[in-house]
Structures are given as structure tokens and as C-alpha cells.
């Protein structure tokens, strides 16, 4: 057999798993995934590690595997979200202008947040591309924000400590959530990687409930002290947005309701 038909021929066997995967009620263990292709056990456990590497299939906590972080970011990339970030792009933009800093605009999808937009600091400490980076939710204020509202519930998912300064403990995380709420942003510092802060609000939408995240990241050198003033100046471009969005005023942003998890995507920014 040629190269080229050996190479069409294990593209076949990959594909046909990722669409077995993709095709699953429910997510599919190793045993099942090799069952369904037929193939030896060293080629399925090959094949499922070279897709778990693109990011076409990921594991579950109980090691089984789904849809990976690819499919996640291109359906946050697409629609119904195409509206919301082709409005937030001007305020993005604003924001970026500024404070010089990292802009970035956050949506969940399933028990994740996916960036979907980002404006690059104008500095050359702090600028990268976070759109394909998957981060604990409880260590990134965009992710804080969803937690705060309800957004996100994780009360079955294992808490990372990437650092020291991480809230690794659900009763530090919940009282970080009620702070979050009544000051109307969330923030870390050097909870993800030490030296790097953020800060970031809810975005609401027609139904007062949050939509999106509206945040800023930079080095914790140049943002400390600066937390409280940019999380305000964030409030005042979120408001901005969130009224383009059809949002109904409120007086701080901890009147908003809970975030309803079954609120149908398409939805949100009709």
C-alpha cells in the first residue's frame, strides 16, 4: 500500500472516531470507542491521543472521552454569538485605547468559558493570544464572573491550584463570588500564573441575566493598585454594551438575575 493510501486510510479511522464521539448521547469510554472502529487497542489508544492533542477530543473527570476544545471554540466563535461580539468590538476597542492593557470578552459554553473576542495590550509585556487557551474558570475574573451569577456551577469539578494565590476552597470561592457581586466586578491577582492580574464584569442581557464577560488582563506589576479603578471604569463600558444587548438599566450590577443555564443561546442576543 502507498504512503498516500496508508495516510487517507488513518485519516479515515480518526475521523470515524471523532464522529462516533461527536454523534454520542452521552460521552464514550476508551473500550466503547474501540468497539465501534474495530481497531487493535494500539492504534484506538494512538489515534485517541494524537486527536486529544489537537483538541478534536478531550477526556471527561471520569476519563471518557467528548467533543474536545476546538468544537467548543468554534461554535463560541459563530453564531448566535457573531452579534454580540461584532457590538462589543467597538467597546473593546475603547477599552483597549484606554488602559493600554489586554481586552477580553468571554461567553460559557457548557461548564466553560471560551474567549470569543480579545483586543491586544498596546504594551509589550502582556500581550498574547488567550482564544485558544483553556483556563480554570475559578482562577480567571471572567470566569469569576460567571460564578458570581451562577453561570457556571462547580460543585463537581476538582479545584485547581495553579498557584498559591489560587481559591482552591469552595467557601473562599463563594465568599469571593458575594464580593464580586456587590462591588460589580470580579478580580484576581496571580491566581492563574504569578505576575499576571485581572479584572472583569458581567455583560447582561434582555433578560438582566449575564451573557457574557467583559474583562482586562496585565502583568500584576503594572495593575496593582489600579484593580479598583479599572474595575469601574469596565462597569461603565459593560453598561454601554449591555444596553446595546437590550439590557433594562439597573442601579449595580448585583441587582442583576441569576444567569438561567437553560436559556436557549440563540436567545441571548435576539
Do not use: N
Given at each position: 500500500m502507498s504512503d498516500a493510501a496508508t495516510g487517507t486510510r488513518a485519516l479515515d479511522r480518526a475521523t470515524d472516531l471523532v464522529a462516533t464521539v461527536v454523534h454520542a448521547d452521552e460521552p464514550m469510554s476508551f473500550a466503547d470507542l474501540q468497539d465501534a472502529s474495530g481497531l487493535a487497542k494500539s492504534t484506538t489508544s494512538r489515534m485517541l491521543t494524537a486527536l486529544e492533542r489537537s483538541g478534536l477530543l478531550e477526556r471527561d473527570p471520569a476519563g471518557s472521552y467528548v467533543a474536545g476544545r476546538l468544537f467548543w471554540l468554534y461554535a463560541a466563535r459563530h453564531d448566535p454569538w457573531q452579534e454580540l461580539v461584532r457590538l462589543a468590538r467597538p467597546v473593546m476597542q475603547r477599552i483597549g485605547d484606554e488602559t493600554g492593557e489586554t481586552v477580553h470578552l468571554s461567553v460559557t459554553r457548557g461548564d466553560r468559558v471560551v474567549q470569543v473576542a480579545q483586543v491586544d495590550s498596546t504594551y509589550l509585556l502582556g500581550t498574547r493570544d488567550w482564544t485558544d487557551v483553556d483556563v480554570p474558570v475559578h482562577c480567571s475574573a471572567l470566569g469569576k464572573v460567571f460564578l458570581a451569577w451562577d453561570a457556571l456551577d462547580l460543585r463537581d469539578v476538582e479545584l485547581e491550584r495553579p498557584t498559591t494565590a489560587t481559591l482552591a476552597d469552595r467557601s473562599a470561592l463563594r465568599h469571593d463570588g458575594r464580593l464580586t457581586r456587590e462591588r460589580g466586578w470580579a478580580?484576581?491577582?496571580?491566581?492563574?500564573?504569578?505576575?499576571?492580574?485581572?479584572?472583569?464584569?458581567?455583560?447582561?442581557?434582555?433578560?438582566?441575566?449575564?451573557?457574557?464577560?467583559?474583562?482586562?488582563?496585565?502583568?500584576?506589576?503594572?495593575?496593582?493598585?489600579?484593580?479598583?479603578?479599572?474595575?469601574?471604569?469596565?462597569?461603565?463600558?459593560?453598561?454601554?454594551?449591555?444596553?446595546?444587548?437590550?439590557?433594562?438599566?439597573?442601579?449595580?450590577?448585583?441587582?442583576?438575575?441569576?444567569?438561567?443555564?437553560?436559556?436557549?443561546?440563540?436567545?441571548?442576543?435576539?
Amino acid at each position: 500500500m502507498s504512503d498516500a493510501a496508508t495516510g487517507t486510510r488513518a485519516l479515515d479511522r480518526a475521523t470515524d472516531l471523532v464522529a462516533t464521539v461527536v454523534h454520542a448521547d452521552e460521552p464514550m469510554s476508551f473500550a466503547d470507542l474501540q468497539d465501534a472502529s474495530g481497531l487493535a487497542k494500539s492504534t484506538t489508544s494512538r489515534m485517541l491521543t494524537a486527536l486529544e492533542r489537537s483538541g478534536l477530543l478531550e477526556r471527561d473527570p471520569a476519563g471518557s472521552y467528548v467533543a474536545g476544545r476546538l468544537f467548543w471554540l468554534y461554535a463560541a466563535r459563530h453564531d448566535p454569538w457573531q452579534e454580540l461580539v461584532r457590538l462589543a468590538r467597538p467597546v473593546m476597542q475603547r477599552i483597549g485605547d484606554e488602559t493600554g492593557e489586554t481586552v477580553h470578552l468571554s461567553v460559557t459554553r457548557g461548564d466553560r468559558v471560551v474567549q470569543v473576542a480579545q483586543v491586544d495590550s498596546t504594551y509589550l509585556l502582556g500581550t498574547r493570544d488567550w482564544t485558544d487557551v483553556d483556563v480554570p474558570v475559578h482562577c480567571s475574573a471572567l470566569g469569576k464572573v460567571f460564578l458570581a451569577w451562577d453561570a457556571l456551577d462547580l460543585r463537581d469539578v476538582e479545584l485547581e491550584r495553579p498557584t498559591t494565590a489560587t481559591l482552591a476552597d469552595r467557601s473562599a470561592l463563594r465568599h469571593d463570588g458575594r464580593l464580586t457581586r456587590e462591588r460589580g466586578w470580579a478580580q484576581t491577582a496571580d491566581e492563574l500564573e504569578i505576575g499576571l492580574s485581572g479584572v472583569a464584569v458581567p455583560v447582561f442581557g434582555a433578560r438582566r441575566d449575564v451573557v457574557a464577560a467583559l474583562g482586562i488582563s496585565g502583568p500584576t506589576a503594572r495593575m496593582q493598585g489600579r484593580l479598583d479603578e479599572l474595575g469601574h471604569h469596565l462597569l461603565g463600558q459593560a453598561a454601554s454594551l449591555s444596553a446595546l444587548l437590550g439590557a433594562p438599566a439597573h442601579r449595580h450590577a448585583a441587582e442583576a438575575h441569576p444567569v438561567h443555564r437553560s436559556t436557549r443561546t440563540e436567545e441571548v442576543v435576539a
